[in-house]
């Protein structure tokens, strides 16, 4: 079972930057293949923001939601099991709760095949 932990949400003015992080730790020895991050606005569905697949240690590959793609940069650290996600200029329809997953065999936009989620992180852009 892996546990992810999320920090670094709050409230910004729009055009600003914050950065999520999220921490997984695994109870059992286990490989995690991909980690990335969804996020949910009110009244909406679950939606992906972005994921990245490592290899030999490095970032293998990244992807990006349209929505985001320019403002946001993915990044992580496979020995670490860590990932970051930097958010610049920040918009109002950028206001959700963040969530970290991760999983052992796949990278998916789709949110039910990621194994793992944590708890969210509050992240609010105000006009």
């Known amino acids: 079972q892996v546990q992810l932990v999320e920090s670094g949400g709050g409230l910004v003015q729009a055009g600003g930057s914050l950065t999520l992080s999220c921490a997984a730790s695994?109870?059992?020895?286990?490989?995690?293949?991909?980690m990335g991050w969804f996020r949910q606005a009110p009244g909406k569905e679950r939606e992906f923001v972005a994921a990245?697949?490592?290899?030999?240690?490095?970032?293998?590959?990244?992807d990006y939601a349209d929505s985001v793609k320019g403002r946001f940069t993915i990044s992580g650290d496979n020995a670490k099991r860590t990932v970051n996600l930097q958010m610049n200029s920040l918009k109002p329809e950028d206001t959700a709760v963040y969530y970290c997953?991760?999983?052992?065999?796949?990278?998916?936009?789709?949110?039910?095949?990621?194994?793992?989620w944590g708890q969210g992180t509050q992240v609010a852009v105000s006009s």
């Open positions: 997953v991760a999983d052992p065999q796949r990278l998916s936009r789709g949110a039910t095949t990621w194994s793992y």
């Open positions: 695994a109870r059992t020895f286990g490989t995690i293949y991909a």
């Open positions: 990245l697949t490592w290899s030999g240690g490095r970032t293998y590959y990244a």
